[in-house]
Each structure stands twice: as structure tokens, then as C-alpha cells.
């Protein structure tokens, strides 16, 4: 029975440890998939595109510059995520364009490129306008996570009314970060590479005195 205690007084804080770790990384997994993502859309479509956090989660979209602060951002969420008018939306993306028909009436395209798109026709679906699309994660309450760009004096808490843009260009460049998922007094961190969005470095920590229990 002694025997038994001991083990088991051992292997319950390491099980901690790992179902910690499993759930510090669940966010930076969505994150690492997202980056990816985001990253080959600013490269295919030559269009600035980003990663914006605040204190719900993490969201991408195509970079705009029509928003100053988290409630005018989130303004902006509501207006993307409303029903759209598909023949509208068609003839929007005609007139962005630049396409003319014949006679130079744009708005005349507008069902040829709706009939393609229901044929499920994927270079009309690339033609569609590309500011509705969004992903996003929603952070688990017992998540912490907090923010290291380059040139931040220190790390930042994603809390209340914060919220960061991370940028990618066309290139595929973005700025050097780093991100922290913090759960109780242990975490996960990520570095990524503002080059490739590839994962540079990674690290799980779990306090000694946990450990030790």
C-alpha cells in the first residue's frame, strides 16, 4: 500500500503537468494554423493580410486600416459576419475589378459570375470579394495568453480593452513575435519566424513546486 501511495502521489502532479501542457497548446496550435493561412493568402492575392488579438481570442482577415480601437473593431467583426447580398456582392467585385461587358455595363456580368460560382467553378470563388472572409478562435477562459512583438519592452497580457494587429505582407513577412498561452503558473511559448511563419523555437514550463507535490 505504501508502494502504491508513492507512485501515485508521483504520477498525479506529472498527469497535471501534461494535461497543462496539452491545454496551453491548443490555442498556439490554432494560432501556428492560422499563421500558415494567412500567410499563403498575402502571398497568392498580393494583399496585406493580418492576425488580430484581443482579450476573446484571435482573429484573420484582410488587413484594413478602417478601424482605430477594439470596439471599432469589433464593429468591423459584426458588418463581415452579416447575410450577404449574393447578386450584390457579385457586382461589387465586377466593379473593383475593372471588368466591362461589351457595351460597357458592369453590372451585366454580375449573373455570369453568380451562375459560376453555384456551378462551384473555384476561380469564381477567388473572384468573389475577399473582405468577408474571417477565421477566428475563441481563448478558453483558463487561458492566459500575452504577446511579445519586436521592440515591446516587455510581454503584454491580451486583457480588456487590448487588442494587437500582427501584419503580413505580400511578401509573406511579418513582424518577429512571440506568444505566451499562460495557465495557472505554467506555460507555453512560441516564437515564429517573420520570414517563413514557420516555428523557430517552443518551450513548456511547469513550476518546480508543482513538480514536486
Same mark, same amino acid.
Given at each position: 500500500? =505504501?508502494?502504491? #501511495?508513492?507512485?501515485? !502521489? ?5 498527469? $497535471?503537468? /501534461?494535461?497543462?501542457?496539452? %491545454? ?34 484571435f ?31 457579385? =457586382?461589387?467585385t #465586377?466593379?473593383?475589378? !475593372? ?5 460597357? $455595363?458592369? /453590372?451585366?456580368?454580375?449573373? %455570369? ?30 487561458i492566459d ?35 505566451r ?17 514557420e516555428?523557430?523555437r ?7 513546486e508543482?513538480?514536486?507535490?
Amino acid at each position: 500500500m =505504501t508502494i502504491i #501511495v508513492v507512485i501515485v !502521489g508521483v504520477a498525479i502532479p506529472a498527469m $497535471q503537468g /501534461v494535461s497543462d501542457e496539452r %491545454n496551453a497548446r491548443k490555442p498556439i496550435d490554432a494560432l501556428a494554423d492560422m499563421v500558415q493561412e494567412v500567410r499563403s493568402k498575402a502571398m497568392i492575392e498580393q494583399e496585406a493580410y493580418q492576425i488580430v488579438f484581443d482579450a476573446e481570442g484571435f482573429y484573420a482577415l484582410r488587413y484594413f486600416n478602417s478601424y482605430r480601437n477594439r470596439d471599432d473593431f469589433k464593429q468591423l467583426l459584426i458588418e463581415m459576419q452579416k447575410p450577404q447580398d449574393a447578386e450584390g456582392v457579385a =457586382t461589387d467585385t #465586377v466593379e473593383r475589378s !475593372g471588368a466591362t461587358t461589351g457595351d460597357g $455595363q458592369v /453590372v451585366e456580368a454580375a449573373p %455570369n459570375l453568380l451562375t459560376e460560382i453555384n456551378e462551384g467553378r473555384p476561380e469564381a470563388k477567388v473572384a468573389m470579394r475577399r473582405d468577408t472572409w474571417l477565421k477566428s478562435f475563441k481563448k478558453p477562459v483558463d487561458i492566459d495568453l500575452t504577446l511579445l512583438f519586436w521592440g515591446d519592452p516587455k510581454w503584454n497580457k491580451v486583457e480588456n480593452d487590448y487588442f494587437r494587429r500582427w501584419v503580413f505582407q505580400p511578401t509573406g513577412m511579418c513582424n518577429p513575435l512571440q506568444v505566451r498561452s499562460e495557465i495557472g503558473d505554467g506555460f507555453f511559448e512560441i516564437q515564429f519566424d517573420p520570414l517563413t511563419g514557420e516555428v523557430l523555437r517552443e518551450k513548456f514550463y511547469v513550476p518546480p513546486e508543482e513538480k514536486d507535490k
